[in-house]
């Protein structure tokens, strides 16, 4: 049986885990501390309960969790024959992250990138096995969504996009080959999207809620561009911006301050609770944030 790694064990992390684990895989989920990781495996056991609800098969979570086993730095998984890496879409995270599992793990361990929008071929030259370093994105929620990018680099072999396409048919995907340009296909659209979507309310064009609406009801989205960034992290959509806009050196990819601020002021979302919606405990968003008000204002009043 082979053991699959997985690297980060935040929104993606915690899904991918997941997805292998109820595919009959065995994971070695790592992050940077025991906190990060306890959270994660209760977040897999609340999510395994929900699946049902949510419209996925009844998930066993004792079951799930008996497959995953949890590690901080990159010696966990030195017996991995694959790994996903789901760290934060920072290049200065990644590159280290990568420069380790090289290190650490065996000269046949595939590496699978899951990234918003860094190049492939980059993650792949600060590693010593370019020809077998892919991107994989994953879409979100992991255990919920049937379909992803599959991204070969520069050097990456056959061998390594086979071994890749068997991996993710044994967790119920299709994958749709892209180039390895940065954004791929979903995030060259989705990211300019939300972001423009955050200048309307940036600018006091119109609440959020406005937005989402004209989405939904309109274009018949099932969520709008807002509560999509919260559903994706705010900071990583902003993150995301900010790789796009430095790889294309394009201005129409310049990043709202409203994502910014909202970063900085640790509104991240659903997972922090609080985004362009306040979550105040459950899934469902409640207020808005209104246009034209800075995050400061709305979090004072
Ligand atoms: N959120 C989405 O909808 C989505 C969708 C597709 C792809 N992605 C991509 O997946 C990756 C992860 O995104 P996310 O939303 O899960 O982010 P996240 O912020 O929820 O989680 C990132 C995790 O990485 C961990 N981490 C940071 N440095 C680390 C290190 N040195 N070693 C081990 N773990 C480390 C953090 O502690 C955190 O738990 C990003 O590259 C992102 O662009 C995100």
């Known amino acids: 049986m082979s053991v699959i790694g ?4 935040g929104v993606m992390g915690v899904g991918v885990a997941q997805n292998l684990a109820s595919t009959g895989h065995e994971v ?46 990159a010696d966990a998984v030195a017996k991995a024959d694959i790994i996903i890496e789901n760290v934060t879409e920072n290049w200065d995270i990644k590159r280290e ?18 990234t918003s929008a860094i190049p492939i071929t980059k993650v792949a030259s600060v590693t010593k096995r370019p020809t077998q370093v892919i991107g994989v994105h994953f879409m979100n929620p992991v255990p919920a969504k049937p379909t992803v990018e599959l991204i070969p680099g520069f050097h990456t072999t056959p061998e390594t996009i086979l071994r890749t396409k068997s991996l993710l048919t044994a967790m119920g995907k299709n994958a749709v080959m892209v180039k390895d340009a940065c954004g791929f296909i ?14 309307l309310v940036h600018e ?36 995301s911006v900010e790789v796009l806009y430095e790889h294309y050196s394009d201005s ?26 306040d979550y105040a405990g459950s899934n469902r968003a409640t207020a808005a944030i209104p246009a034209q008000r800075s995050v400061s204002q709305s979090v004072n009043h």
């Open 252 to 277: 129409k990819y310049r990043p709202c301050p409203l994502l910014k601020q909202m970063t900085d002021a640790g509104l991240h979302g659903r997972k922090s609770g609080r985004g362009f919606y």
């Open 28 to 73: 070695v989920l790592v992050d940077k501390d025991e906190k990060i990781l306890a959270d994660a495996l209760a977040t897999i056991r609340h999510n395994c309960r929900l699946s049902r609800l949510m419209g996925g098969p009844a998930l066993d979570a004792d079951a799930v969790l008996a497959k995953i086993s949890t590690g901080v730095g």
């Open 186 to 199: 979903s995030n060259r659209v989705l990211m300019l999207t939300v972001n423009e979507a955050a200048y």
């Open 6 to 9: 997985v690297i980060g064990a």
């Open 97 to 114: 992250v990568y420069q380790a599992l090289d290190a650490a793990c065996g000269p046949d361990t595939v590496f699978i990138v899951n």
């Open 204 to 239: 006091g064009v119109a609440d959020a809620a406005s937005v989402d609406e004209v989405f939904r009801s309109c274009f018949g989205h099932p969520m709008g561009p807002l509560e999509t960034a919260d559903l994706i992290g705010v900071d990583t959509i902003l993150y």
